[in-house]
């Protein structure tokens, strides 16, 4: 039900705690965490051993200015790169797209990590959030990039999480910071922010992450606090039948719903199946918060990387160096 951030490389007594939480389902690491591979490697392995169930380890390894793991990582392009390659040879760029999923993923459960959050299906539109991490403005286009990203982190052994449903691109406030609404019609969103999401459902994405933005016309409440986006028209109109996370409720435009409790309830009363509480100051109120709910960590035991996975076979692999060096030609 809680994915719980960490404060630092190594775990305190007090996070091991956290961790024994009947309601504790895994940990999102962030650059804060990281010092080598070597040591998140360690960080991971201490997760799972301070915890009596699975835990699901997270990261944010998109490319570009969302790359939480960078020394001794490839440095990834953010996804913007491939807009303009497309342009060119459409097919070239859906192939190195998906090169660049099978190459992340690699490394990042290389590194015993399970999970990025990727891949961003938003529309490249100027929002500040999104920016450059985007694939394109082109509705058409994104879902053409969102198949081959899922394929290629369905090849490495990862499963694929669809953000920020139903589309955070298409405002301009940023919502770790700001309230965002968008005030589009339902027909308009299905018709735009909508449709690469629907590819990624298709090819079999196993996770969808929700936006904090409120779109009015639709609902008031924002995205992640309305079951008439999650129940009625992601799970019942677009048939997603996979493991639904909220964005993190440290977020300013989460804060309408009120405290650490109401915003956890929000998200949970509306059909998220996982809360993230990325900041380590969030997460004793928020494991206190849940005690009188119905726990169902087990949903995201699907998620949990398959096969085994390390650098030593993955350095092996005769992809690997040449993923490497044709996607540094776009860093």
């Known amino acids: 039900m809680l994915i719980i951030g960490l404060a630092g490389t190594e775990l305190t007594a007090r996070e091991r705690d956290w961790l024994r939480h009947d309601a504790c389902a895994g940990v999102i690491l962030f650059a804060r965490n990281f010092a080598s591979k070597a040591q998140v490697a360690e960080l991971s392995q201490a997760i ?11 990261v944010d390894q998109e490319g570009g200015r969302v790359q939480r793991f960078r020394d001794g990582y490839t440095a990834f392009p953010p996804l913007e790169k491939f807009d303009a390659l497309y342009r060119n040879d459409a097919g070239a760029a859906l192939r190195l797209a998906e090169e660049h999923a099978w190459l992340m993923a690699s490394e990042v459960r290389a590194t015993g990590v399970d999970l990025s959050f990727a891949p961003v299906v938003d529309l490249g539109r100027g929002n500040r959030a999104i920016g450059d991490r985007a694939f394109s403005a082109d509705p058409a286009v994104v879902a053409e990039f969102t198949r081959a990203y899922v394929r290629g982190m369905h090849s490495a052994g990862m499963a694929a999480t669809l ?4 589309g955070h691109g298409s405002v301009l406030e940023d919502t770790h910071y700001d309230t965002a609404v968008d005030d589009r019609s339902l027909q308009q969103i299905r018709a735009q922010d909508l449709v690469p999401f629907a590819a990624g459902i298709d090819a079999k994405a196993d996770a969808v992450m929700m936006a904090h933005v409120v779109y009015p016309q639709v609902d008031p409440e924002p995205a992640g606090y309305s079951r008439r986006w999650i ?9 997603f039948r996979g493991v639904v996370f909220s964005d993190d409720i440290g977020m300013a435009a989460a804060f309408s719903a009120g405290g650490v409790k109401a915003r956890i309830d ?22 206190a918060a849940v005690e009188d709910r119905k726990l169902n960590t087990a949903a995201l035991v699907g998620l949990i990387g398959r096969g085994p996975m390390g650098w030593d076979g993955l350095l092996a692999d005769a992809r690997y160096g040449a993923a490497q060096q044709r996607l540094g030609h776009l860093a």
Do not use: N, T
């Open 48 to 58: 799972r051993e301070a915890a009596p169930r699975p835990q699901l380890v997270c």
């Open 163 to 166: 953000k920020h449903f139903p």
């Open 266 to 287: 929000a998200h949970l009363d509306a059909g998220c199946d996982v809360v993230l509480v990325c900041h380590p100051d969030l997460v004793e109120e928020s494991l």
């Open 231 to 239: 129940e009625d028209i992601l799970r019942r109109e677009m048939a």
